[in-house]
């Protein structure tokens, strides 16, 4: 290993001037506070770091063979309130390493993501500890600058803080075995932006990857899979924990959630049905239930776009795509709970957004500056579930990232708009609905009467039968063949109960004097498990999203009555339907051995046996929903029991054959 070599003490700030004296000591510090004032972000110092490091690598993957593999390695101690980041890169020769620090001063080009020539200087003197350590191929140097910030603040101060030789070595002991690059390490303290690392409360590996991700260099917009990441975190108690990402690239919100399309992909689909014939908004359950859809778009895409009707750009707008080829994402999802889930899954400081609704400007590859909502004119309250980054070339934020040029901030608030107000609004309903909850049924007042008058049966006469010993030790169901008839699917309907494998439905009672056949209850309570969807121990789950909902109105949750139907066949049911006997409106679940097909051109049934479409499962047991095709409305829950048995026995199987049944 090459050795450090030993240096004389030298103050970075004669790379700016030339002449010593308190005059240019005042005009400097004033510049360099003026630096320092345009940095306000929290994961500046981050940002800084991270962009230094990506350029050096992908410069030096240019000049490098093949062999090479380009990493970055991030330390963040939460105990001790430092952040550490080494690279692989290119490193400092003695010139760039005795001068980079003074502001204006950059050896950068317009290629690079910073070249202004202020990140180093925001690094080295708005902070009282920073060790900076550079290899080349014939320059090897570990230097450390001390008091800097609190230099910047005092009035009389002694001296210039200067950058000496650091004879304890490098912070990161990987600087170590490097044949080239750069190790940075920062320490926080009550002087410095952000004071301590513990404030955001994040404290895993995998969360700060994620953070990162969104809110610095390695949330690249065109991703780089030859750069390796690896992330260390040490938390408060010490304990240390790491992640390691072969790629860099924006954490995109379509990749947070269990079920999304593409834009294009479902504008495709509905093409094709259209041209077949067939109602285009009648889409196979792939593209529909949707947690979001998302697309990404060239600048041709959006000049392409501007011959529809509801996508017509200015001439203004015209030339802002000539001059910075502007690319775009979106991302539309059903609900903002999609990113308070997101959010919280991180275990931020409550109430803090990393990930969230409006629009990321990125510029040199990377996010600059903050969230801009979206400014919209109708639709109002959509603007939050709608995630637009815009990216242009040619095109740098202020000092500090802080922000663009107006004419800049303006075009990506109008093509949001446009797209929200066009072609976003056709596949709206693609989404899933946004309540969670299955639509109000309407009821007649003798049903209104039945359900009351068994609500106060069953508070004055409850059953309860609670053991232990039940059902064991046999875990087998005692009913031997095949249902034959009704009366066979109500009792092996009730064994599944019993047995807890269908775990969200409470029966109330049956009823020979009405239409119906009976009344249940979805009952909701703890533990968390009997109700969350797990592939192998609980298949008939629900999503920890959809609980979630569940636990905000406490557990446990009893809803009111619902009317609950038997039949052998759906097609039993469908006759009733279509001879006003019984009204889909009243009714909520309906128990049946098999489906038939008569509902076929009046109903499309999803089935929740494809994992794909677990999220439409609002509690534990259900199999299927049948749908209106002429309102497109949620008609009725179902649970086929011939299905869900072999589904059991077979899931891969089953799947396969749920696809090929009910996908249009």
């Not at 981050?46 to 992908?58: A, G, K, M, R, W």
């Not at 041709?300 to 690319?327: A, G, Q, V």
Request: one cysteine or more.
């Amino acid at each position: 290993m090459q050795s450090a070599e030993k240096f004389q003490p030298f103050d970075p700030l004669q790379a700016k001037y030339t002449v010593k004296g308190d005059v240019a000591t005042r005009a400097l510090k004033r510049e360099i506070n003026n630096i320092l004032n345009s940095y306000v972000g929290w994961f500046d110092p981050f940002c800084e770091l991270i962009q230094n490091s990506l350029d050096s690598l992908e410069e030096r993957t240019l000049s490098e063979p093949e062999s090479y593999k380009p990493i970055i390695w991030i330390t963040i101690n939460i105990k001790d309130n430092y952040v550490i980041v080494t690279d692989n890169g290119t490193g400092l020769d003695e010139q760039k390493f005795k001068s980079f620090l003074a502001p204006d001063f950059s050896f950068k080009s317009g290629n690079t993501r910073g070249h202004k020539g202020v990140g180093a200087t925001y690094l080295a003197y708005g902070f009282n500890h920073m060790q900076v350590c550079t290899k080349t191929g014939d320059f090897t140097a570990i230097g450390k600058m001390i008091n800097a910030r609190k230099w910047l603040n005092d009035e009389n101060p002694a001296g210039n803080p200067v950058v000496i030789f650091d004879d304890t070595g490098s912070k990161d002991y990987k600087f170590n075995d490097l044949d080239k690059g750069v190790s940075f390490f920062l320490q926080f303290d009550k002087y410095t932006h952000p004071k301590k690392l513990s404030w955001i409360k994040a404290d895993s590996a995998n969360a700060w990857l994620k953070i990162l991700a969104v809110k610095t260099g390695l949330g690249a917009y065109f991703e780089n899979d030859s750069i390796h990441v690896e992330l260390t975190v040490v938390n408060k108690e010490g304990i240390i924990d790491a992640v390691t990402q072969k790629h860099v690239s924006y954490l995109w919100p379509h990749e947070i959630v269990k079920k999304s399309a593409s834009f294009k992909e479902i504008t495709t689909k509905r093409d094709e049905l259209y041209d077949k014939g067939k109602d285009p908004n009648k889409l196979p359950s792939s593209y529909t239930n949707l947690d979001m859809f998302y697309e990404f778009f060239s600048a041709e895409d959006i000049l392409e776009m501007s011959n529809s009707n509801t996508f017509k750009l200015t001439k203004d707008e015209m030339e802002i795509i000539e001059k910075f080829n502007p690319s775009v994402y979106f991302s539309y999802t059903f609900s903002l709970k999609v990113w308070k889930s997101f959010n919280e899954s991180l275990n931020i400081r409550e109430n803090y957004k990393i990930l969230y609704g409006g629009i990321q400007i990125f510029a040199d590859n990377m996010p600059q500056g903050e969230l801009i909502q979206i400014p919209l004119n109708r639709n109002i309250g959509r603007q939050n579930q709608v995630h637009v980054a815009v990216h242009f070339d040619n095109c740098s934020a202020d000092l500090g990232r802080k922000g663009f040029q107006s004419e800049i901030v303006e075009f990506t608030k109008e093509i949001a708009k446009k797209l929200i107000d066009g072609p976003l609004q056709k596949l709206k309903f693609t989404l899933k609905t946004n309540t969670g909850a299955a639509p109000d049924i309407f009821r007649e007042t003798e049903v209104e009467n039945w359900k009351e008058e068994m609500v106060n049966y069953e508070s004055s006469n409850p059953l309860k039968l609670i053991s232990e010993h039940f059902f064991l030790p046999l875990r087998k169901i005692s009913i031997t063949s095949i249902p034959s008839r009704e009366q066979d699917v109500i009792a092996l309907f009730n064994q599944l109960l019993a047995g807890g494998i269908i775990r969200g439905i409470r029966i109330m009672s049956t009823n020979e004097r009405l239409t119906y056949d009976g009344l249940y209850k979805i009952v909701v309570e703890e533990p968390d498990d009997n109700h969350l969807f797990h592939e192998q121990t609980n298949p008939l789950g629900i999503l920890k999203e959809v609980l979630e909902a569940y636990k905000e109105r406490k557990l446990p949750f009893i809803s009111k009555p619902k009317i609950l139907e038997y039949k052998y066949s759906l097609d039993g049911l469908i006759e009733n339907l279509e001879d006003g006997s019984k009204n889909s409106n009243d009714i909520g679940l309906v128990v049946v051995w098999e489906t038939g097909e008569n509902y076929i051109g009046s109903y499309k049934i999803t089935s929740l046996l494809d994992e794909d479409n677990i999220s439409s499962r609002q509690y534990h047991g259900v199999t299927h929903v049948m749908t209106n095709l002429n309102t497109n409305q949620r008609e009725m829950d179902l649970i086929v029991l011939s299905e869900l048995i072999e589904y059991l026995n077979n899931p891969l199987d089953t799947q396969v054959k749920q696809k090929e049944k009910y996908e249009d």
